[in-house]
């Protein structure tokens, strides 16, 4: 950086003939702009100005190296305009990671932004195994609980309910539970988180020590299929169910006893430059209610 500031410094004085006006364009003092062609004059072992008490002059030297230079500044001036008009619109691919699940609360509102944002390519990955952001490569992370790492930034999306669900066939064999004591009695179909294959809790009031199992996942989808196909009760997000309670496909049981539900938040690499295609979605998704 020290030797393009020096050859930023000799060109400015070598168009200008001047110290103090090569100073007065870059924005630094007169006296800096002359220990800059110094030290550049130093590291080349050769005289560039002529120099007087009222002006500057290239020497042969310094004009062979002026003709280069002039060219070198040029081109990074250049480089620099086309990156801050690049910069400046949301463009270029945006890597998102979210759990599996994620689809669900995405992809609805993923027309409009495309339509906002054209110029913006999406590289979705959707999975429920621990992702590094950073080491990966990813823009945006959709993260589910508490976030603790400094190395991120995060907004919220806002909270969601879980819910118990069963299909109605399964209910046409098995009474509906009315207290979460009845579990006992109930096919119970647990999500089982991929990083340490323990079994994700069922958060309610009263919960059971024990959970007769039925079938056991790593995958959110996969539970919930197999709670439409009336395998058992399934413990998922409400927003994921929303349309199979409105269709009947499901049943919800247990809605007064559930307690304080989870919450998505989305988190990015922190940085000083945020990217504009960074920015834009982050606004975007917190500006709409994804969680239903």
């Known amino acids: 950086m020290e030797n393009l500031n020096g050859l930023l410094a000799f060109v400015r004085a070598a168009q200008s003939q001047s110290f103090a006006a090569a100073a007065e364009r870059i924005g630094i003092s007169a006296s800096a702009v002359g220990k800059s062609v110094a030290r550049l004059e130093e590291k080349l072992n050769v005289r560039l100005f002529n120099r007087s008490t009222r002006r500057i002059s290239l020497t042969d030297e310094g004009q062979l190296f002026f003709e280069r230079c002039q060219n070198i500044v040029t081109q990074l001036e250049e480089a620099e305009q086309?990156?801050?008009?690049?910069?400046?619109?949301?463009?270029?691919?945006?890597?998102?990671?979210?759990?599996?699940?994620?689809?669900?609360?995405?992809?609805?509102?993923?027309?409009?932004?495309?339509?906002?944002?054209?110029?913006?390519?999406?590289?979705?990955?959707?999975?429920?195994?621990?992702?590094?952001?950073?080491?990966?490569?990813?823009?945006?992370?959709?993260?589910s609980g508490e976030l603790n790492s400094s190395q991120m930034m995060s907004r919220r999306l806002g909270p969601f309910r879980f819910a118990i669900v069963?299909?109605?066939?399964?209910?046409?064999?098995?009474?509906?539970?009315?207290?979460?004591?009845?579990?006992?009695?109930?096919?119970?179909?647990?999500?089982?988180?991929?990083?340490?294959?323990?079994?994700q809790a069922w958060e309610l009031s009263e919960t059971p020590e024990e959970l007769p199992l039925a079938l056991s996942s790593n995958n959110m989808e996969s539970i919930l299929q197999a709670a439409v196909q009336g395998l058992g009760l399934a413990y998922v997000p409400e927003f994921i169910v929303r349309n199979y309670l409105a269709s009947g496909e499901l049943i919800s049981v247990?809605?007064?006893?559930?307690?304080?539900?989870?919450?998505?938040?989305?988190?990015?690499?922190?940085?000083?430059?945020?990217?504009?295609?960074?920015?834009?979605?982050?606004?975007?998704?917190?500006?709409?209610?994804v969680l239903g």
């Open 166 to 199: 069963g299909s109605p066939g399964y209910f046409a064999q098995h009474p509906a539970p009315l207290t979460p004591g009845d579990l006992r009695h109930h096919a119970c179909l647990r999500y089982r988180f991929p990083g340490n294959g323990q079994w």
């Open 82 to 143: 086309e990156l801050v008009r690049i910069s400046a619109v949301p463009r270029g691919k945006l890597r998102i990671t979210a759990p599996a699940i994620g689809y669900r609360m995405l992809l609805p509102h993923l027309p409009e932004f495309r339509t906002r944002y054209p110029d913006v390519e999406l590289d979705l990955d959707f999975s429920d195994r621990m992702v590094d952001v950073i080491d990966e490569g990813f823009d945006i992370a959709i993260r």
């Open 254 to 289: 247990l809605d007064s006893f559930q307690k304080e539900g989870g919450k998505f938040s989305v988190v990015w690499p922190s940085s000083r430059h945020m990217l504009p295609k960074v920015r834009v979605f982050i606004d975007f998704l917190a500006s709409k209610k």
